[in-house]
């Protein structure tokens, strides 16, 4: 027996920790002990009912995982691998890691980068990884430190805690729009150049306005995604991963088709094997663990419920790593 934060709807919908056994696991070729989890945006959504995230009921949480393979019918891994999942669908269709123990498919998990023990890797979960992939969008278009600011929204947030921390040791200048002034110092302490009011990208604002930004990482959507567009520089581009103001985008195409500005989409949960190994390699080299630790705090699994509450209100920064065990 082992504890799983449950999530049910019959017909009313409850979140809770439960004691459940394998009989409770899903299908899948491998068996992972998951030591850490996360909370990400979307298990907020789904653990406070707040977006119809989970689809098939009931649900365990958790969209991420890290944890040591038990059990395996798959040549891909043996037990004793230390192995790190993020989404597909996992906490969505398919019960999730917010629980002792998990049963997943082998070609959904990769290797934990030596580097990270299974707390790191949780503090960098899916948040951590999508900064790491829209890093490597802008890359792919060309943008270079020194080409100009780049500016990242939602800034106190997983997502732009981990984007400010690595663009900066990258060498770009880095800046950080929040609506939290009091964490003026908790940004420029991960990097970011300058500090600008969430409040300036986040109205209704003209299709073209003065170019700024070298590049832009997006984790807010509507009006604020919109904005930066408005504001990016000739060829410049936008990494767009998030939806936290809207997943609407009230927008002209004229800074596409006047500026040459490029709307980088950027998805995490389904991103192919490939590009996952390369992130999570590319974290292993660029994300100073010190600026980790400092983004990251640690709860228990007791203790998941009331953090997917406090972030869903907006009252927690950086990344939250839980604890199974």
Same mark, same amino acid.
């Given at each position: ?21 394998? +009989? ?11 030591? $850490? +989890? ?10 406070? !009912? ?5 689809? #098939?009921?009931?649900?365990?949480? %958790? ?6 393979? &038990? ?14 999942? !993020?989404?597909?669908?996992? %906490?969505?269709?398919? =019960? %999730? ?8 498919? #082998? ?18 979960? @899916?948040?951590?990884? /999508? ?30 805690? /981990? ?8 060498? $770009?200048?880095?800046?950080? *729009? @929040?609506?939290? *002034?009091?964490?003026?110092? $908790? ?27 070298? *590049? ?5 959507? #509507?009006? @604020? ?6 504001? &990016?520089? $000739? ?16 927008? @002209? ?8 500005? *490029?709307?980088? %989409? ?30 990251? &705090?640690?709860?228990?699994? +007791? ?21 199974? =065990?």
């Amino acid at each position: 027996m082992y504890q799983a934060l449950v999530l049910e709807k019959n017909p009313d919908f409850s979140a809770c920790l439960r004691e459940v056994d394998d +009989s409770f696991l899903p299908e899948g070729d491998v068996t992972v002990d998951i030591d $850490y +989890s996360t909370i990400n945006f979307k298990d907020g959504l789904a653990i406070t !009912n707040k977006s119809p995230v989970v689809r #098939s009921w009931p649900m365990v949480a %958790g969209i991420d995982g890290s944890g040591t393979v &038990t059990a395996s019918d798959s040549p891909l891994w043996k037990p004793g691998d230390q192995v790190v999942l !993020n989404g597909f669908g996992v %906490g969505e269709t398919h =019960k %999730g890691c917010l629980a002792g123990r998990a049963r997943l498919k #082998s070609q959904w998990l990769i290797r934990r980068p030596e580097r990270f023990s299974a707390k790191q890797a949780m503090a960098i979960g @899916t948040a951590g990884y /999508t900064a790491m992939l829209c890093v490597l969008a802008l890359e792919r278009h060309g943008v270079k430190p020194g080409d100009g600011e780049v500016l990242v929204t939602g800034a106190t947030g997983g997502v732009g805690s /981990t984007a400010i921390a690595l663009l900066s040791r990258l060498g $770009y200048t880095v800046v950080a *729009a @929040t609506g939290k *002034a009091s964490e003026e110092g $908790y940004l420029k302490s991960l990097g970011a150049a300058s500090i600008i009011d969430r409040n300036e990208l986040s109205a209704p604002g003209k299709p073209l306005q003065k170019e700024r930004w070298a *590049a832009v990482v997006d984790a807010v959507g #509507s009006h @604020t995604l919109v904005n930066a567009c408005a504001q &990016t520089r $000739y060829g410049g581009a936008v990494a767009a991963c998030g939806l936290a103001q809207g997943f609407d985008f009230p927008a @002209t195409v004229m800074p596409f088709i006047l500026r040459g500005v *490029a709307l980088l %989409g950027v998805d995490s949960v389904m991103a192919p094997l490939a590009l996952r190994e390369q992130a999570w390699s590319r974290l292993a080299v660029d994300l100073d663990a010190a600026k980790l630790d400092e983004i990251t &705090t640690e709860v228990p699994l +007791s203790g998941a419920i009331e953090a997917a509450q406090q972030l869903m209100a907006g009252q927690v920064r950086g990344r939250i790593a839980v604890r199974i =065990k």
